[in-house]
């Protein structure tokens, strides 16, 4: 078994923040997933692919019995 990774596809203009605030995750947390340095994530491509989480669904499968 492996969690699967949710992923973003940037749109124009769209900045890490707003991606981290509507996927509910940090800016830290989607540089380290997707091994970025301290200033890749000021240069977001339109169309750009990023990970913005990981979901083990047997993890949330456990915690709701």
């Known amino acids: 078994y492996s969690p699967e990774a949710e992923f973003h596809t940037v749109k124009k203009g769209e900045t890490l923040a707003e991606i981290a605030n509507h996927y509910g995750t940090t800016i830290a947390k989607i540089r380290e997933l997707n091994e970025m340095t301290p200033r890749q994530y000021f240069r977001l491509k339109q169309g750009q ?4 989480r990981i979901v083990d669904h ?8």
């Not at 692919?49 to 913005?52: A, D, E, I, S």
């Open 58 to 65: 047997n993890e949330s499968a456990l915690s709701n019995p």
């Open 49 to 52: 692919t990023l990970r913005v």
